[in-house]
């Protein structure tokens, strides 16, 4: 039994429940960092526009938003600029939004490289969480820009001390991004049904994340009221609220949802990343 | 027993027949859809090809059963076996692709695997950053990538493409780059699985080279999986032979060779070989009954440099004159290399007799080297094909002398040998 001490890795059978090697995760360091300037420069190869892409779609979304719920549907937005809300909400859902939609496509979209090479399977869905980041910092440049000039025009809007807290809400919006994509991932090996429901399920589960309105305007409308708590318990909606509230101070914010949030975040990464890792050892026999 | 790098534990994977992760109604209508057209099921994979049925009753199948194994530090060990004898799921359950059923794999070093060359290329991105990917993937580090970036590119031979994306490049300058890169990675475990069948002449020679030289001059461990023999005699140093996914040869890398060439292959120790009828066509008309190998009447067993009359007896359920058959026969090395053409025809001499259904072809010295051979016959009687059997029997020639006098000349220098003089006056 001494000589068990000296083998590098074993390969076995068994697993226990939570086996995440972190030493061999941190020799894939550079591995990690590649993958994330692969799909940074993959994404628009080939494009006239290139990056300009990321900056193209929040914009226009932004525009429409605020042309159908705003103007048509005449939905308030407190004392904040309509487009301005839209887009707070725009870029923090488009970033929960990729988190979800390219992780859960990892074992389908890397067969044929999980098939001939080992590493750690992990390293595909942290990488996407990561690139992500860079799509989302061009974003929070647009509306950085489309703030000061608010402010310019007279808007009285001031960030909210509650600002620092920022990289934390955003860790919670890539934590839960990130569980369920994995979770997804994993029951995709072998239901390709859940590929086809993620599709349209992002689309439906934006209409309830409080986007395009405030959860206010929800609890205040008669024939809805009944239902808010479905937005109110929903975690991407009382992110991207206690975003708008640290920067337009339109919102909520309220520390026992922000810790509901986080802890129901962690629980899913969590399962997530057992099924996932459980998932990893064997998908390739299943897909 | 510190040498010992790697070690293999009862290892066995089981797969299930049948419905293998295609719960979904979706795909099953695609199966239905491939049925209609005639087309093979697109999801029956992995386990239908092994028919051994550890539970015949049911759906489960024993792609490896209890492999065990060690490999030595600087061990080039060769893995053989016929198809679907369980090489490759062995190799992928090394590089960790899939997990094993049971049992246990211990390692002192880092496997790394060309299971199938340019894995993780993404085709967008040009030659230079492939390689960067490429061997992150295989679990190189940037900063060593980096140190040999130019011996990389120097041995894949693709300096002017380097700049470009690889989905321009060609199917041979992309393994050529992926087998560069993997060459250069120094994993103390490298894994190669048939890589060799692609890239050309030139190529696979240096990839043999590199191959040897990783093995005996940096003694590094190196598995590898293929069915070309001759190159699993150059570059192994043991051999490991699956079959129906239980090991039952491991020693020394000719002796299991051997093994495998010998193995599900019926001997024609006894005197009449008979026609296999595996892939057999023709109209039937007039067939070959039985092969026998003779000298002077009695049987012969084919020995280099000796006489062999090949005695081809045939059958017919018609009246048929000889003079209408026509018998060519083949031989051919084990690795499917023509060597010889024997036909009726070649002969000026008409059959004498129209009862006999007897043809032999004498020769005074066989002129093959020891080995295993392929014969190939194809019979036509008034023109049309009556009996053509490719890979119609197999037959193993002992050694012996075919030079009078001198010793015999090695198997692997040359399969034919013929007379010839040497002067040394002109």
């Not at chain 1, 937005?231 to 919102?251: D, H, K, S, V, W």
């Not at chain 2, 490429?134 to 980096?146: F, R, S, V, Y």
């Not at chain 2, 300096?159 to 992926?178: C, F, N």
């Not at chain 2, 023709?282 to 009447?297: D, E, M, P, Q």
Request: with cysteine; net charge neutral; proline share 2%.
């Amino acid at each position: 039994m001494e000589e068990q001490e000296e083998w590098l890795y074993e390969i076995n059978a068994k697993q226990p429940l939570l086996a995440i090697d972190f030493k061999e995760i941190w020799r894939y360091k550079d591995l990690l960092i590649l993958f994330v300037r692969r799909d940074i420069i993959s994404a628009y190869k080939q494009t006239i526009l290139g990056p300009l892409w990321y900056l193209i779609q929040p914009l226009f979304t932004g525009v429409i938003f605020t042309l159908v719920f705003n103007n048509i549907a005449s939905i308030s937005t407190g004392g904040a600029p309509p487009f301005l809300f839209n887009l707070a909400g725009i870029t923090m859902w488009s970033y929960f939004a990729q988190c979800l939609n390219n992780t859960s496509n990892t074992f389908a979209s890397n067969a044929s490289l999980f098939a001939k090479v080992y590493f750690p399977r992990i390293i595909t869905p942290m990488s996407q969480a990561i690139s992500a980041l860079f799509k989302l910092s061009i974003q929070l440049l647009i509306f950085a820009c489309f703030y000061g000039y608010c402010v310019l025009n007279g808007y009285a809007l001031h960030p909210d001390i509650t600002l620092w807290l920022f990289p934390l809400v955003l860790g919670i919006l890539a934590v839960l991004g990130l569980g369920l994509g994995m979770l997804i991932s994993s029951l995709t090996t072998k239901y390709r049904d859940f590929r086809i429901l993620i599709g349209f399920a992002t689309t439906l589960l934006m209409y309830v994340s409080a986007v395009m309105y405030p959860i206010a305007e929800v609890q205040n409308s008669k024939t809805l009221s009944e239902y808010a708590w479905l937005i109110e318990l929903n975690p991407i909606a009382i992110l991207i609220e206690a975003f708008r509230y640290m920067t337009l101070q339109e919102g909520i914010f309220n520390w026992v949802l922000l810790g509901y949030c986080g802890v129901l975040s962690l629980v899913v990464f969590f399962v997530g990343l057992i099924v996932f890792n459980r998932t990893g050892r064997n998908f390739i026999d299943t897909i | 027993m510190s040498d010992i790098i790697l070690k293999a534990e009862n290892i066995s994977k089981q797969y299930r027949l049948g419905t293998v992760g295609t719960g979904t109604l979706r795909d099953d209508f695609k199966r239905n859809w491939a049925k209609l057209r005639g087309k093979e099921d697109p999801f029956l994979k992995v386990g239908a090809i092994n028919d051994r049925s550890q539970k015949s009753t049911e759906d489960y199948v024993w792609a490896l059963q209890d492999i065990n194994f060690e490999v030595k530090q600087g061990e080039v060990l060769g893995i053989i076996g016929k198809n679907g004898a369980g090489k490759s799921t062995l190799l992928k359950i090394l590089s960790r692709v899939t997990a094993p059923s049971t049992g246990i794999i211990k390692s002192r070093g880092r496997i790394a695997s060309l299971l199938e060359v340019g894995t993780g290329f993404h085709h967008e991105l040009t030659g230079r950053e492939n390689i960067y990917l490429n061997g992150a993937i295989l679990g190189m580090q940037k900063a060593e990538i980096t140190r040999k970036l130019d011996e990389v590119i120097a041995f894949s031979g693709c300096e002017r493409y380097i700049d470009t994306p690889t989905k321009r490049y060609s199917s041979g300058m992309t393994v050529r780059l992926a087998f560069a890169v993997a060459a250069h990675l120094e994993p103390e475990i490298l894994v190669v699985d048939e890589v060799l069948a692609v890239g050309d002449a030139e190529f696979q020679k240096k990839a043999i080279g590199k191959m040897q030289d990783i093995s005996q001059g940096e003694g590094r461990t190196v598995l590898f999986v293929s069915h070309n023999m001759e190159s699993v005699r150059n570059l192994c140093t043991r051999g490991l032979l699956l079959e129906n996914g239980t090991s039952i040869f491991d020693g020394k890398v000719d002796d299991t060779v051997g093994h495998y060439l010998s193995l599900g292959i019926q001997k024609n120790a006894s005197e009449r070989i008979s026609i296999s009828d595996f892939e057999r066509s023709g109209t039937g008309l007039v067939k070959i009954a039985s092969v026998r190998f003779l000298n002077g009447g009695h049987y012969q067993k084919p020995t280099t440099g000796k006489a062999l009359d090949i005695c081809f007896q045939l059958e017919s359920a018609i009246d048929y004159q000889i003079k209408d058959v026509r018998l060519d026969f083949r031989i051919d090395d084990i690795t499917g290399n023509r060597l010889l053409w024997f036909s009726t025809k070649m002969q000026a001499e008409e059959a004498s007799s129209n009862t006999t259904n007897t043809i032999v072809f004498s020769l005074d010295k066989l002129p093959l080297n020891s080995g295993s051979y392929w014969v190939t016959t194809h019979l036509t009687y008034k023109g049309a094909v009556a009996d053509w059997a490719k890979h119609a029997f197999q037959f193993d020639v002992a050694e012996g002398f075919f030079y009078k006098g001198f010793k015999e000349v090695v198997s692997s220098q040359s399969k034919i040998l013929v007379d010839y003089k040497v002067s040394y006056d002109v």
